[in-house]
């Protein structure tokens, strides 16, 4: 669905060129929301994409008079917003305190979800984790993350409460976070970044990132 239909976003864009500060914040009201999103999902740090679409939406005003009306304004906003996404994993490249800042941003995603299971790095790392856990820490997570069998579940299986499942996930979960995070190599991020930008550019594209 359209967020404004063309005859709409025509005279918009005709307007922002001409400097008009309400054509502007028509735009910035309609796209600002999707543009969110996407980069978010990138990026998974609220602040930081908050942050990037605040650039973006600079730089559209700065470069207003360069706008085509003619070509899709959405994929230019797009294209623009992949770019600082990009830019700021340059960034993070040369910076380790902002390479351990996206990696816990990812880790916790991917730590509840099956996604961080599907590379061969990272699953092995993930099993070095758990056997750091205790013997029954390790049969919680077991059940919970690998096999995926809910709280309830579990604790029927293994005869204690499901309080106590609760509380062995959320220790464990800490835990497997913390082991991954101290022990990560250039391979890690990537597997991690990677997956967080899948839809939008591959691993090789992000690998080139990393060392240009």
């Not at 359209?2 to 910035?28: C, H, S, T, V």
């Not at 916790?108 to 856990?133: P, T, V």
């Not at 800490?174 to 939008?200: F, G, H, Q, W």
Request: aromatic share 12%; hydrophobic share 40%; proline share 1%.
């Amino acid at each position: 669905m359209k967020l404004i239909e063309d005859a709409e976003l025509l005279f918009l864009l005709k307007q922002l060129r001409q400097g008009e500060e309400r054509a502007f914040n028509r735009l910035y009201k309609t796209y600002f929301k999707p543009l969110y999103r996407k980069v978010f999902f990138m990026i998974k740090d609220e602040m930081i994409a908050d942050e990037l679409i605040q650039d973006l939406f600079l730089k559209i005003w700065h470069k207003r008079e360069e706008i085509d009306p003619e070509h899709s304004f959405q994929s230019y906003l797009y294209t623009v917003a992949n770019n600082l996404v990009y830019d700021y994993f340059r960034k993070i490249a040369k910076d380790k305190r902002l390479t351990a800042r996206l990696l816990v941003n990812a880790t916790d995603f991917y730590m509840h979800s099956d996604e961080l299971l599907e590379s061969k790095e990272s699953r092995q790392l993930l099993m070095k984790a758990i056997d750091q856990l205790s013997p029954q820490r390790k049969q919680v997570f077991t059940y919970c993350k690998l096999e995926g069998k809910s709280y309830e579940e579990t604790s029927k299986e293994m005869g204690i409460s499901v309080a106590t499942v609760n509380s062995h996930m959320t220790h464990s979960l800490r835990t497997v976070r913390e082991y991954m995070l101290k022990n990560y190599d250039m391979a890690m991020i990537s597997v991690l970044v990677c997956a967080t930008i899948s839809s939008s550019i591959s691993e090789q594209a992000f690998l080139h990132i990393l060392h240009s």
